[in-house]
């Protein structure tokens, strides 16, 4: 028995530890448990604490380790009672139904120890799978409805149904809203200013032609940005020409949802239209998590929309790709609104 409570220990701190950049949670459950008869127990009062990390790029999503005690269990006919522990790891599966609801579904393997062994109950390991409904009643706080089936290697079943309270480490990120940014334009090169010659016998003057020291094509006195690099699009103020695109990606994913196909196809048509042009499509990250995690976040959410210009027929040696991560952020991270704002796709262009 202690061989295999300590093989459970360790396989589950393994798996812990290699997912430390991911977000977890904190769970207490309250509920029973319903017996098979021959096993000649009363049915019990189940107090269980789990804890669970998501896994990115997995067939499950999260990996839950669990401790549930049932005290004082009487057993039918008999005077004595027994406490029974239970261990166990699970692999969970979520399906999300709106923002804030969840159906799951679990399987795992654990096991069982009896205080006070009788009428062929014993210690044994026992697999389980079941289902569960997930319920976010605020960003920092859901609630779980959860009914599982047990079977012990020695064939005995048990039925288990909780009602779990659930805390996530970390702000729960809510879904993501897009910002409207400003349909691009290519500024219009000043116009030459014309000569003015005096009639004679005055001399010809000429008017000075407006400086313009970072030869974007805006002079000098309306540019609000001198120092744009050689090259770069930009506004009619002398600022380089930045398309941002919010796009509402999953939780840790870097999947580009349909509605944000317009903004995109904004860009293509750009890029059509200007053949000569080179685009850069760098990606940000709010925040939240590690800044390793959060640069690896950045190029994969860059990378996603560089594939979808690819496939709209934008040639690859016109993208330039670059992950920011949380490094250059254009609002707070201390509120919701300012990281929805951070967790953006922006395009700029190059001539």
């Known amino acids: 028995m202690k061989k295999l409570v300590l093989s459970l220990l360790v396989a589950s701190t393994l798996v812990f530890a290699g997912q430390g950049d ?24 189940n107090l269980g604490l789990r804890f669970g990390v998501y896994v990115e790029d997995k067939f499950f999503d999260m990996v839950e380790a669990g401790f549930e ?37 679990l399987a795992g393997i654990g096991f069982e120890n009896y205080r006070n062994p009788q009428f062929d109950n014993d210690d044994d390991g026992f697999v389980q ?11 920092e706080f859901a609630l779980k409805a959860e009914v599982r089936h047990g079977i012990t290697f020695g064939g005995d079943n048990n039925l288990f149904y909780s009602l779990g309270f659930v805390i996530p480490f970390g702000k729960r990120v809510s879904e993501e809203m897009p910002i409207k940014s400003e349909p691009i334009v290519v500024a219009e090169k000043p116009k030459p200013v014309p000569v003015v010659v005096k009639e004679e016998p005055k ?7 407006p400086k313009d020291d970072d030869n974007d094509g805006v002079i000098n006195e309306n540019d609000k940005c001198p120092t744009t690099p050689s090259g770069k699009v930009v506004n009619s103020d002398g600022c380089m020409k930045i398309v941002r695109l919010h796009v509402n990606f999953a939780n ?9 196909a317009p903004r995109i196809q904004d860009v293509v048509s750009f890029m059509i ?20 995690y959060n640069l690896a976040l950045s190029v994969r959410r860059a990378n996603a929309v560089a594939d979808e210009l690819i496939s709209q027929g934008i040639d690859r040696s016109r993208i ?24 953006r796709v922006d395009t700029s262009f190059t001539k």
Request: no cysteine; proline share 3%.
């Open 273 to 292: 239209e200007n053949s000569n042009y080179s685009v850069a499509v760098d990606g940000h990250t709010d925040a939240i998590g590690s800044e390793k």
């Open 252 to 260: 840790d994913k870097s999947d580009i949802p349909a509605e944000y």
């Open 129 to 139: 799978y079941g289902v569960g409904l997930k319920q976010w009643i605020t960003d």
């Open 69 to 105: 005690r049932a005290s004082s269990v009487d057993y039918d006919n008999s005077t004595q009672d027994t406490n029974i522990n239970r261990i166990f790891i699970n692999l969970v599966k979520e399906y999300d139904l709106t923002k804030d609801t969840a159906l799951y579904g």
């Open 22 to 45: 991911y977000k977890s949670e904190l769970s207490l459950h309250v509920g029973g448990v319903k017996p098979e008869g021959n096993l000649d127990l009363e049915n019990q009062l």
């Open 203 to 209: 001399p010809v003057v000429l008017k000075a032609v």
């Open 320 to 343: 330039t790709v670059n992950g920011y991560g949380e490094t250059d952020p254009i609002a707070t991270n201390k509120t919701e609104d300012g990281r929805a704002q951070n967790r």
